[in-house]
């Protein structure tokens, strides 16, 4: 039997509602607020079909640069073969989630900038880079146990 090639071909788990997701969408869907410029991540709602983005971009992060009063127009990037293409695509407010993806970015800003101005009012430098996680200190184990030689027991049968 030939393989379907349909326009939702291969989503059935993409598209599929989440363990204890199911049922009615909470209310706070719809009151969320998006502006242009916003960072969104688009993830299809398998329970909405209306306004659903096509599966290559589900899972896509990208910048709003158009609001309605049910959907929101948000540019993309789609890989084609070896260049990344700019696409414009118009998805319902259910198929969109304000990203993460800048949070933790926003924080540290904030944080740098209380930093050097506390050190500013000291008088003293302050390094703001962020460091990769150093090796552990050397340690001894503690114990009075002594390594254990373990060996395969040999295979009997009992036929």
């Known amino acids: 039997m030939g393989h379907s090639a349909g ?13 204890k997701k199911k049922g009615m969408i909470p209310l706070s869907t719809y009151m969320r607020i998006y502006k242009v410029g916003d960072i969104v991540d688009v993830v299809a709602n398998g329970a909405v079909q209306k306004g659903m983005p096509y599966k290559v971009y589900h899972g896509k992060t990208g910048v709003i640069f158009n609001v309605t009063k049910s959907a929101v127009g948000v540019i993309l990037y789609k890989q084609v073969r070896n260049r990344y293409i700019e696409k414009r695509v118009n998805v319902r407010i259910e198929h969109v989630r ?9 924080t540290r800003v ?3 900038a209380k930093k050097r101005r506390e050190a500013k009012e000291k008088g003293e430098t302050v390094f703001l880079k962020r460091q990769p996680v150093k090796p552990r200190e050397a340690h001894k184990v503690a114990g009075d146990v002594k390594p254990e030689s373990i060996a395969p027991v040999a295979y009997e049968t009992t036929i």
């Not at 326009?7 to 363990?19: C, E, I, K, P, V």
Request: proline residues 0%; without cysteine.
């Open 7 to 19: 326009l939702r071909a291969g989503t059935r788990y993409a598209y599929a509602r989440g363990f």
């Open 98 to 106: 304000h990203s993460r993806s800048r949070e933790e970015f926003l």
């Open 110 to 112: 904030k944080e740098n």
